[in-house]
């Protein structure tokens, strides 16, 4: 049964400090997304891969925030530092083709105290 | 604009009884329309989708979803609810050409039983 990873599944760590998330998409796929979920912004897309190459990251915040691809088979996505109102689900995403169907990671629930 | 709007953002059901959650979108070219089911604690679920064709979608969990052009909707539909729909859905747009979606704000859907 094929589905996106992510890890960790929660972290809880202190303002300034240093996250880094990890997705390994489903294989085969070559578009990877990177989401943010709050309950004030809902879901917000912060950047995405085709076949590794960055092509949108609009949504993320440059000063703090990158997102890599250093192969195929794994994203990842780093704060630092990082800062309270950080705290959010953050899902990766998956998909392939010309409709890029879209298949969700569970999630990684990060806490910056 | 593109645009996604799920005017519910709660909605409470009996079990048994039928359920329709409203999508109406606003995009520039031909949709390419999603429904996710996201259980708390969970990642999004693909439910159903509709590229082109019949405009009556059926996808998992005995959903479906009617694609009316001139009124720019996609709503779901199930004929009756089980308390395990209990969850948040979300409506989502994209199109040829581009990976990425407009998600809609939610419905949060509430079974009683």
């Known amino acids: 049964d094929a589905r996106v990873t992510q890890t960790p599944r929660h972290k809880v760590t202190e303002m300034g400090q240093e996250v880094t998330m990890r997705c390994q998409p489903i294989l085969g796929h070559n578009t990877v997304f990177w989401y943010r979920q709050t309950m004030m912004q809902g879901l917000e897309l912060l950047a995405y891969f085709r076949n590794r190459a960055p092509l949108d990251d609009s949504g993320m915040p440059k000063d703090r925030f990158s997102a890599e691809m250093p192969d195929a088979t794994l994203a990842t996505l780093k704060i630092q530092p990082s800062e309270p109102r950080d705290s959010a689900v953050y899902f990766c995403?998956?998909?392939?083709?010309?409709?890029?169907?879209?298949?969700f990671g569970p999630g990684t629930r990060l806490t910056v105290l | 604009a593109q645009s996604v709007t799920q005017p519910d953002i709660h909605i409470t059901v009996s079990e048994g009884a039928s359920l329709e959650l409203r999508c109406n979108y606003s995009?520039?070219?031909?949709?390419?329309l999603f429904w996710y089911v996201q259980s708390p604690g969970q990642g999004l679920q693909l439910l159903l989708k509709y590229f082109s064709g019949d405009t009556l979608v059926q996808g998992i969990k005995g959903f479906e979803a009617e694609f009316k052009r001139s009124q720019s909707s996609f709503n779901l539909r199930k004929p009756s609810v089980h308390w395990s729909d209990a969850a948040e859905y979300f409506c989502a747009v994209g199109g040829i050409g581009t990976y990425k979606y407009i998600f809609g704000t939610g419905t949060r859907l509430k079974v009683l039983a």
């Open positions: 995009y520039g070219a031909t949709p390419y």
């Open positions: 995403a998956s998909g392939a083709g010309e409709r890029n169907e879209q298949f």
